[in-house]
C-alpha cells in the first residue's frame, strides 16, 4: 500500500516512509491510496470475535502488505492488553469506554501501535541514529504517546505542551518518566505546539542533523488503528440487538479519531451518523454550517484536550469526501459545547443515570441530546478519559468524590521535569540541534 500527500505535491510513499516521516514533504497529511472494504460476513461475524481478532482482521486490510502477519498480530495483541467496553446510561445511550489503557485515555491504543510498528522499522533498517519523535498535547496525547514509547529503543521522544493548559494529572503522566521522554512546555496554546512540530519537519537544516517523525495523529500508524474502536463497538452493540441505525458522537480536537471512524464507514462499517462534538473550538461546525473553513486562535476550555483552533486533520476529511460540503454534512453533524454546558451534563448524567463521564465525554453525550436520537436509532458517545483526570472539574460540577486509579496515583508521585520553551520556532530549532 502506497500513501499520498493531502497536498498531492509529492509523490506517494511506502508505509515504512509514512510512519518514519510522518509529515510529507509538502506539508501535507498522509492517506492511504485505497481504503479496502471488508465484506459483510465479516461485519455480521464480528459479534462472534474477540477484539484482537477484529483489530488484527481490520489491521491486516492495511498493513498486510507491507509487514509479516507475524509481526503484525504481535503488534495488535500488545497494543490491545486492555478492553474498550460499551456501557449502557440510558434506554437508547452507550459510552464507549476507551479509557482502560496504561495512560486511561482512548489515546493509548494509537500511540502503543505507533511506537511498536516505528520500532519495528528501526529494527529493520538497522537504523545508526535515533529517531526523534515530536508530539504536540493539548492533554492526553502527550502521556499516551509518553508511556507508549517508553525505552523503546532507537527512539528519543519530545512531547510539546501548553504551559498551565493541561490538568495536573496529565502533566504528571508525561513529566515525570525522564529516560527518553523529554517535555517541553512551551509559554503558548496547542496551535503554538503543533505548528512548532511541523515547522520542524519541513526545516533542512533541522533534517540534516537530527531523524524526525511525529506521534501526534497527523501520523497514519497514530490514527488509522483507532478505526478497532469502531469495529469493537460495533460488534457489541450487534452482541445486544443494538447495531442498527447507530449514531456516534465523537468529542473531536484535532479530528484524529474521528477520521479513523470515517475510514472505519467507508470500510463498510454501517454507522448511520457521526457527530462532531466540539467545545468552544468549533471552527469544524462553521464550517458544517458555511462551506467555508476559517481556523482561528483556540481558547481554554473544561475539555482540554479539545482545544484546538486548526484541526490537522479537517484535511484528512476533506481529502476523503473530495471536498464535497454536501457529502460531509449527510453524514456529519457537529456541536458546540460551553463550559457551562459540560457542567450542567456531568451534574445531570451523574444525577440522573449514576453514569460519571469525563468532561470530553460529557461533550459527546450533550451533542447526542443536542441532536435528538429519532424512533428506531442508538447513540454511542466516546467517553475519552477517566474521569479522575479531571478531578476538580468533575467533583465540583457534580458534587461526588472520583475515585482516583491507582496507576493515576502512581504517576503523581512523580518529580516533575520540563523544560521551558519560547513559542518561536528559532528558540524550538536550536534547543533540538543542541540535543543533536
Same mark, same amino acid.
Not at 479537517?314 to 464535497?324: Q, V
Given at each position: 500500500?502506497?500513501y499520498?500527500?493531502t ?8 508505509l515504512?516512509?509514512a ?5 510529507a514533504a509538502?506539508r ?8 479496502p ?6 461485519i455480521? /461475524?464480528?459479534?462472534?470475535m474477540?477484539? +484482537? ?7 491486516s486490510a492495511?498493513?498486510? *502488505? ?8 504481535r ?5 490491545l492488553?486492555? %478492553?474498550?467496553?460499551v456501557?449502557p ?10 479509557? +482502560? ?6 489515546? %493509548?491504543?494509537g ?14 533498517q538497522g537504523a ?8 504536540a498535547t493539548s ?11 517508553? *525505552? ?9 505542551y501548553?504551559k ?5 494529572i496529565?502533566?504528571c ?13 512551551? *509559554? /503558548? ?10 515547522s ?37 452493540? %450487534? ?10 458522537s ?6 484524529g &479519531?474521528?477520521?479513523?471512524?470515517l475510514?472505519?464507514?467507508?470500510m ?8 462532531a462534538?466540539?467545545n468552544? &473550538?468549533?471552527v ?22 479539545m ?22 454534512t ?26 460519571t463521564?469525563?468532561?470530553h465525554?460529557?461533550?459527546?453525550y450533550?451533542?447526542l441530546?443536542?441532536?435528538?436520537l429519532?424512533?428506531?436509532?442508538? /447513540? ?16 465540583t460540577?457534580? /458534587? ?23 513559542r518561536?520556532?528559532?528558540a524550538?530549532? *536550536? ?6
Open positions: 500500500m502506497k499520498y500527500s497536498n498531492h505535491q509529492v509523490s506517494p510513499a511506502s515504512e516512509e510512519v518514519v516521516r510522518g509529515l509538502d501535507g497529511l498522509f492517506m492511504p491510496e485505497r481504503i472494504t471488508l465484506d459483510r460476513a465479516f455480521d /461475524g464480528m459479534k462472534h474477540t477484539f +484482537h481478532e477484529i483489530a488484527l482482521h481490520v489491521a492495511f498493513f498486510g *502488505d507491507d509487514m509479516p502477519q507475524s509481526d503484525l498480530r503488534i495488535v495483541e500488545d497494543t492488553a486492555f %478492553d474498550t467496553p456501557v446510561v440510558t434506554d437508547t445511550v452507550y459510552s464507549l469506554e476507551l479509557f +482502560h489503557g496504561p495512560t486511561l485515555a482512548f489515546k %493509548d491504543v500511540a502503543r501501535f505507533m511506537a511498536r510498528m516505528l520500532g519495528h522499522f528501526i529494527a529493520r545508526s541514529r535515533e529517531v526523534n519523535v515530536l508530539v492533554g492526553d496525547t502527550g502521556s499516551a504517546v509518553a508511556n507508549g514509547f517508553l *525505552d523503546v529503543p532507537g527512539i528519543r521522544v519530545f512531547v510539546l501548553p498551565g493548559k493541561v490538568s495536573a496529565q502533566e503522566q508525561f513529566t515525570t518518566l525522564g529516560r527518553n521522554i523529554t517535555a517541553l512546555e512551551v *509559554d /503558548g496554546v496547542f496551535d503554538d505546539c503543533q505548528a512548532l512540530v511541523k520542524a519537519f519541513v526545516d533542512a537544516d533541522l533534517n540534516a542533523h537530527l531523524q524526525l517523525t511525529s506521534a501526534n495523529s497527523i501520523n497514519v500508524a497514530r490514527f488509522l488503528p483507532q478505526a478497532f474502536y469502531y469495529f469493537h463497538a460495533y460488534a457489541q452493540m %450487534d452482541r445486544i440487538g443494538r447495531a442498527q441505525r447507530l449514531v456516534v465523537v468529542p473531536s480536537g484535532n479530528f &479519531n474521528l477520521t479513523a471512524g475510514i472505519a464507514h467507508r463498510g462499517l454501517p454507522v448511520s451518523h457521526f457527530i462534538a466540539n468552544r &473550538n468549533d469544524f461546525l462553521d464550517y458544517l454550517h458555511t462551506g467555508v473553513y476559517r481556523p482561528r486562535p483556540s481558547v481554554a476550555t473544561l475539555a482540554n484536550a482545544d484546538v483552533g486548526d484541526p490537522s486533520n479537517f484535511a484528512r476529511i476533506l481529502d476523503l469526501f473530495g471536498g464535497d460540503h454536501a457529502a460531509i449527510a453524514l456529519i453533524s457537529g456541536s458546540r459545547t460551553t463550559d457551562e454546558e459540560i457542567r450542567a451534563t456531568l451534574a445531570d448524567v451523574v444525577r440522573t443515570h449514576g453514569y463521564p469525563d468532561p465525554g460529557a461533550c459527546g450533550h451533542a441530546m443536542q441532536r435528538g429519532q424512533p428506531g436509532e442508538t /447513540g454511542v458517545f466516546l467517553e475519552t478519559a477517566h474521569p479522575a483526570k479531571f478531578l476538580d472539574t468533575v467533583e460540577a457534580t /458534587g461526588r468524590s472520583v475515585e482516583i486509579p491507582e496507576r493515576l496515583r502512581a504517576f503523581m508521585q512523580g518529580e516533575k521535569r520540563s523544560v521551558p520553551m519560547a518561536t520556532f528559532e524550538f530549532k *536550536d534547543y533540538l540541534l543542541s540535543q543533536a
